[in-house]
């Protein structure tokens, strides 16, 4: 298997999509993160994944990893009440638990997802400590984990307390088959936790510690091995899942079709630098949404009209001495020669667009303006690139609307087209998240477009520089309802650190003013 990172930007768009779908919500967002285990947060309608590169195998095989934790997640989000976090006794177990649960509820609707779960499976007992690395009662608490999760111990444990786990495994599962059956949900799953506490003899407060693979991330298996572990999952699953052919789970063939044209993509929109360039930036999903409505037409083929001798590459320009002679010019008291001029935009620009809830009142001729401005840059071929941020549950979100690497069309736009204007403008922690981003790409100017003061100034110069320190040419765009005010807040933005600020009024004229401070 070839190895290729796949950008985070694609898995986003995926996971988002493939989540939607499996949980039947379709306002579920994905985050990429390396800072925390897979888990969902139901309150914020929230999936955090753990990245490919933290995982055990191949590429394909982190990538089945990937999509299967997925599944599972998008079956805690329709069938979890809650979701408690596995940092003690009581949370481990019954999240062990509901993973049961939600797994046979979930292969009733998605027949075709039990090869996959096998082959999690395989990893996920991979992935799990020896018993001898784990101390104190959390290795009672391990043990029954496995023995529950994959009927099979990583190493000895003393026998009374095997007998023990035997016991309270066996009860987990009479009670999640019961659950199943009667349809009772998480409540009633998590009523039956504290028996099984009792049989492992153990507090419900236990701290259980985080448990890490003892293999390095991103080493493979050999096939020898995965093939060896495979067959014992398939053996203790079989009363399960029926009769398992390790081969074809290890082939992967329903899945392969899916990770080749995510590969094919990740080739055609390669880029040096970053690879995972949208950690902790979302990407907005693109499902229902009517992007015509911030459609100018008369505005983009003005503008497209205005710089058609951009696209071409020339401009003919009358000078004192040049390669042809006009007569009418000539007789007409003007400069009598004529001379095209090469015109090009070689800038590389990244635009951030605020998208506080000051602008709302405004925000489809806002959106009408950015994307009008989107428009004629790709139509001149500008290497640019779109960030908006705005606040979700009282947090700040950071949008990718068009990476440097995707063309602006239809689906960028609709990216554009359903972000809500709200929240303050937390310019700095917006700046802090894009800097790695920033860093990577060095792109010529990173022109920020704003109607508000930024909640911290301070923070926002110290960021302003360090983006200068990197050759990167800070400019914003002040945005007011009238001339007053915009030249106002383009003022106060200079106190900044901006090397050029420009005010604006109108928001027609955005356009015109971003191109304008191109370099030509």
């Not at 990429?32 to 753990?50: A, C, G, H, P, W």
Request: charged share 30%.
């Amino acid at each position: 298997m070839q190895e290729i990172q796949l950008q985070t930007d694609s898995l986003v768009e995926i996971a988002t999509f493939l989540v939607r779908r499996w949980s039947e919500k379709d306002n579920i967002v994905v985050e990429i993160s390396d800072k925390t285990e897979t888990k969902t947060r139901l309150k914020e309608n929230k999936v955090i994944l753990t990245p490919l590169e933290k995982r055990i195998g191949n590429d394909f095989e982190k990538y089945r990893q990937f999509r299967t934790s997925l599944w599972y997640e998008g079956m805690r989000i329709k069938y979890c009440k809650k979701i408690l976090s596995d940092d003690h006794a009581f949370g481990f177990i019954l999240n062990a638990m509901e993973t049961q649960r939600i797994e046979q509820l979930g292969r009733k609707i998605w027949k075709g997802m039990d090869e996959e779960i096998i082959f999690n499976y395989t990893h996920m007992l991979v992935a799990r400590p020896q018993l001898h690395t784990v101390y104190g009662k959390a290795r009672i608490v391990e043990a029954f984990y496995q023995y529950f999760m994959f009927s099979v111990l990583k190493g000895e444990i003393q026998s009374s307390n095997f007998e023990k786990i035997k016991k309270a495994s066996a009860f987990a599962k009479s009670v999640v088959s019961q659950a199943v059956k009667e349809k009772q949900g998480t409540g009633w799953v998590g009523k039956n936790v504290t028996e099984i506490i009792k049989i492992l003899d153990i507090d419900s407060l236990l701290t259980i510690p985080i448990s890490l693979p003892f293999m390095k991330a991103g080493m493979a298996l050999s096939e020898e091995e995965l093939l060896k572990t495979l067959k014992v999952i398939s053996k203790n699953k079989e009363g399960d899942f029926g009769k398992i052919d390790p081969a074809s789970v290890i082939r992967g063939d329903d899945v392969y079709d899916e990770y080749k044209v995510l590969v094919d993509e990740n080739k055609k929109n390669e880029n040096k630098g970053l690879a995972t360039e949208t950690i902790g930036i979302q990407i907005p999903s693109t499902r229902n949404i009517d992007e015509t409505i911030i459609y100018d037409m008369s505005l983009i083929n003005g503008l497209k009209t205005k710089f058609k001798e951009w696209k071409t590459g020339w401009k003919e320009q009358h000078l004192i001495s040049g390669d042809e002679f006009d007569e009418e010019g000539y007789i007409e008291g003007g400069k009598p020669f004529f001379t095209d001029i090469k015109k090009s935009i070689k800038t590389k620009i990244v635009i951030l667009l605020d998208h506080s809830s000051s602008i709302a009142s405004d925000a489809i001729e806002y959106k009408k303006a950015t994307l009008a401005l989107c428009e004629v840059l790709s139509f001149l071929k500008v290497k640019f690139a779109v960030y908006a941020f705005s606040t979700e549950n009282r947090s700040m979100v950071c949008w990718s609307i068009k990476p440097e690497n995707v063309k602006w069309n239809s689906i960028t736009a609709k990216r554009l087209a359903q972000i809500v204007a709200n929240g303050s403008t937390p310019l700095a922690e917006v700046y802090d998240k894009m800097f790695p981003i920033l860093q990577s790409k060095r792109p010529d100017i990173f022109l920020t477009l704003t109607d508000g003061e930024p909640s911290d100034p301070d923070a926002v110069r110290n960021m302003t520089k360090s983006f200068k320190n990197l050759g990167i040419s800070m400019v914003a765009l002040g945005l007011g309802p009238n001339t007053v005010r915009a030249t106002t807040i383009a003022n106060n933005l200079r106190h900044l650190g901006y090397e050029k600020t420009v005010a604006v009024s109108r928001l027609k004229d955005i356009p015109n003013k971003v191109i304008s401070i191109l370099d030509v």
